[in-house]
């Protein structure tokens, strides 16, 4: 019966239908099931936030049949998944008629780690010809991958989908169907087979890799080329191979070319994450995973002349994938170098790994030691061994993982039961009738605290637009969309006992209300909620605010005599800036509007002609109609610059004459040449050319599917027997010693440039501080100041060489790096450095700068200075 079930000769239906309902119904019963198909409110981690653009998907952009919208909700406004993945919200929408919106949201996101075991087992099985005992073992591999507990934000794993990064897991689960879809067509080539469905499956799933996830994309297609330093001969495959990615370019089209075009309109968020040990990221039941494959490969070894060989497919398989991980470990190794999140590629090749563990596990499994002639096939007690072993061994592992889950189920019920389980949700949902409003009315900033995860979720604020009508907020998710992000974090931060600060590359503040109500006019912003006690205290004091209303932990408070508008004919002198580093400088004057009131405004553009207002009548704006897509207004003075606060996107088009800027602190700016003004949301020429690609791009696969023959061979799934597998010609593999070579040469290169990047020498430097080596210190934070990306981590690097410079006794040198920190227009190591400043000045008896330094502190950090 099991020879029947799962023979070698032909993956069944049956079968492979067992075993991912056996893994799916496994990963189900850790995730809470008697409140995933409840209709309540999902929170936790990122996943409360995600609601708010899978409710926009559905409900504002679909239905106009566009994969975006304009979204002012959130960072004054940014276009839906501009800068993210669409997949996933996809998939909530396809589910949503069925399901409703809430249950769409919480299957949408757990989806993937349901259907991940089984994927990798049907690429061992369907795509790549392994017998059971690999296939099985691999998805095993994978299900270890999924369910370690060892980090909770990396992506991959459960603790990861249920703090939000589920779209990361659908990357992982296409990840190693689209590798195998590549082998396969490798496969196919060799054989002389018709290439059409092969290619068309290959670019389906590389395309729909992309759609879920940007890294899970960049090691499929690096992975893939490891097939060029394998496959014999390379010409060939080479040219399928670029036509196969060309064509999932032009497929991604649609979504990824406007991507690619506004990238230079993007917010980097490129923080790295050190490891104290390489094993550190690594679960005890992965390493002894993958430490029983390196047992198997030895014992491979030493029993290779006993052992039948390897198929092609089967070397094939093992190569490809870790030729696959060795890409992702580089990716981890240069992220630093790249402006990547290195915590990121890691899982990946954790993956990649493990399948590839299972898949040598099972080929060992296959082959017994014989004194019979090596070149035999296994025979049918040898398979019927094999498959119980492999059984065997999946049990054990099952067994043992289940030992070591702890948090997911936790987490899960805390996620899936939803909002309305939260007391502290209930108490606040009795501000929002005083914080509701509509889409374009004046935004509410909210405090930042860790207590917030009472409410389900840190985040749980990001999502209120669904509560209050539309109003809009400060802060969101999707920062990396976001050009505002940088001064919207500043203000939080200014107003926050414990502040966010998630953008590595700017600097954060110290809480001072003061400086933020000049901000918050700026941003457009008059609605304040706050809980932690410091802050009340602080916006008690400054009568720039006043309270609105009480809900223990939170109050509600805001701006007295806020008149800011959206739409401000501007009086102040333009000053046009080029775009290169534009962000920096508009953040640093934002930050600087706390100290005096600007000069000038600056425009960001290659025309230096742009006007300033001119000296005539002021500037009336009247009829202003506001929609989610549509700005429309009159001006009475033609000519005249008006500035609009929403954040630009080159998407936003004057429809009526004039021209339309970049203006600080990434704003709107229109010089209309007309009374009427009107400005639409829309495609660019490139989004245009894109969708017409992606277009293309599906005529051509839907005719390479309809004519270019089946994946292997013949109608359906080619029967392949045991014997037809071993004695298939091996014209396919044959390790090129250069090319492996110049593999080896490249990676090591990424290693070392991963070992002399910026961050590295930060390492370095501190290292060189915790022994007591203070002047070494301060040589390595210059280095690393002077080579880190964004002012934020150079400010951080400054101040702890000036602190090493001190203890060096180089005390005048430190003083005046010291100041230049203090004088910062932002920062959270300005205080710190006034502090010290201010220690300095009373060692030195100078009265003057004491005075000097302590009015500076209680303008930046007055909780700071209270404490001193």
């Not at 198929?311 to 470990?329: F, K, N, R, Y």
């Not at 009480?550 to 005599?561: A, Y």
Request: aromatic residues 10%.
């Amino acid at each position: 019966m099991l020879e029947r079930l799962i023979r070698t000769r032909q993956p069944t239906w049956l079968a492979e239908t067992l075993i991912w309902l056996f893994f799916a119904t496994l990963t189900a019963s850790l995730l809470a099931p008697e409140w995933l198909l409840t209709p309540t409110t999902a929170t936790g981690g990122d996943l409360v936030s995600h609601r708010l653009y899978a409710h926009a998907l559905i409900h504002d952009a679909l239905p106009h049949g566009r994969l975006t919208t304009w979204m002012p909700e959130v960072f004054g406004g940014f276009p839906l998944f501009g800068y993210y993945f669409p997949l996933p919200f996809l998939t909530m929408a396809a589910l949503h008629p069925i399901t409703g919106e809430a249950i769409a949201f919480k299957l949408g996101a757990v989806l993937p780690a349901l259907l991940l075991p089984g994927a990798v087992y049907s690429t061992g099985r369907r795509m790549l010809q392994l017998p059971f005992p690999s296939a099985l073992l691999g998805a095993t591999g994978a299900w270890i991958v999924l369910t370690h507990e060892q980090n909770a934000i990396w992506g991959g794993n459960l603790l990861a989908l249920l703090a939000g990064e589920f779209a990361y897991s659908y990357g992982f689960l296409l990840a190693v169907p689209a590798l195998g879809a590549w082998a396969r067509l490798a496969r196919t080539l060799a054989d002389g087979q018709p290439t059409g469905r092969a290619l068309t499956l290959a670019v389906v799933l590389e395309a729909l890799t992309g759609l879920a996830h940007g890294y899970a994309l960049l090691a499929v297609g690096f992975g893939s080329l490891t097939l060029l330093l394998i496959v014999r001969p390379p010409r060939r495959l080479t040219v399928w191979l670029a036509a196969g990615h060309t064509l999932a370019f032009c497929a991604l089209g649609a979504w990824l070319w406007p991507l690619l075009e506004m990238h230079a309109y993007t917010t980097p968020n490129d923080s790295l994450t050190w490891l104290d040990h390489w094993l550190d990221p690594v679960a005890p039941t992965l390493r002894w995973w993958l430490g029983s494959a390196l047992a198997a490969g030895g014992l491979w070894l030493i029993l290779r002349r006993r052992l039948t060989p390897l198929t092609s497919d089967e070397s094939l398989s093992l190569a490809l994938l870790i030729g696959a991980a060795l890409w992702a470990l580089a990716g981890w190794w240069l992220a630093g170098r790249l402006g990547l999140a290195d915590l990121r590629c890691l899982p990946l090749a954790l993956l990649f790994l493990a399948v590839a563990a299972g898949w040598s596990m099972g080929a060992l499994l296959q082959r017994a030691p014989t004194a019979a002639t090596p070149d035999a096939p296994p025979t049918a007690p040898q398979r019927r061994r094999a498959q119980l072993w492999a059984l065997a061994l999946t049990a054990l592992m099952i067994g043992e993982v289940a030992g070591t889950i702890q948090q997911t189920p936790q987490w899960a019920q805390w996620n899936f039961e939803g909002a309305e389980h939260k007391p502290l949700w209930r108490l606040l949902s009795a501000l929002f009738p005083q914080m509701r409003g509509d889409l374009f009315d004046p935004r509410l900033i909210f405090e930042h605290d860790p207590e917030n995860n009472a409410l389900g979720s840190t985040r749980a604020l990001e999502a209120l637009p669904l509560e209050l009508g539309g109003r809009p907020v400060l802060e969101g998710l999707y920062m990396e969309s976001a050009l505002l992000a940088p001064v919207i974090y500043l203000t939080q931060a200014e107003i926050s006992r414990a502040p966010s600060s998630p953008l590595a590359r700017f600097p954060s503040a110290r809480p001072a209300p003061g400086r933020a109500a000049v901000h918050l006019r700026m941003l457009y912003a008059d609605t304040l909620l706050v809980r932690s006690p410091e802050t009340r205290q602080l916006l008690a004091a400054d009568p720039a605010f006043e309270r609105v209303a009480v809900v223990e932990p939170f109050e509600l408070w805001r701006l007295r005599d806020f008149s800011t508008p959206l739409i401000e004919p501007l009086t102040l002198p333009l000053r046009v800036l080029p775009r290169t580093d534009w962000q920096r400088h508009a953040f640093d004057w934002f930050a600087a509007l706390a100290d005096a009131p600007p000069a000038f405004w600056p425009v960001y553009d290659a025309d230096d002609r742009v006007a300033s207002p001119s000296e005539q009548q002021p500037t009336v704006i009247r009829a202003i109609r506001l929609e989610r897509e549509r700005i429309r207004f009159t001006t009475s003075t033609p000519g005249q610059p008006v500035l609009i606060r929403l954040a630009f996107h080159p998407r936003w088009r004057l429809q009526t004459p004039g021209s339309l800027h970049l203006a600080a602190p990434g704003f709107l700016l229109v010089i209309p040449a007309d009374e009427q003004v009107e400005l639409v949301f829309g495609d660019t020429p490139i989004g245009q050319a894109g969708t017409l690609a992606t277009l293309a791009a599906l005529l051509v696969l839907a005719v390479l599917w309809w004519r270019g023959g089946y994946i292997t061979g013949s109608g359906g799934t080619q029967e392949v027997s045991a014997q037809d597998i071993h004695k298939r010609p091996e014209p396919l593999l044959r390790i090129a010693p250069v090319r492996v070579l110049l593999l080896l040469i490249g990676l090591a290169a990424a290693i070392l440039a991963g070992r002399t990047s910026p961050e590295a020498t930060y390492r370095l430097a501190w290292q060189a501080f915790n022994t007591g080596d203070s002047a070494r210190a301060a040589e390595l934070f210059a280095q690393a100041a002077n080579e880190r990306l964004g002012h934020g981590r150079r400010q951080e690097a400054l101040y702890w060489r000036a602190i090493a410079l001190e203890r060096a006794g180089d005390r005048n040198q430190a003083r005046a790096l010291f100041t230049e920190i203090a004088l910062a227009p932002a920062g959270h190591w300005p205080a710190d450095a006034l502090q010290a400043l201010l220690r300095d000045a009373r060692e030195r008896g100078d009265t003057a700068a004491v005075e000097r330094w302590e009015a500076r502190l209680r303008a930046v950090a007055p909780l700071v200075s209270q404490e001193k």
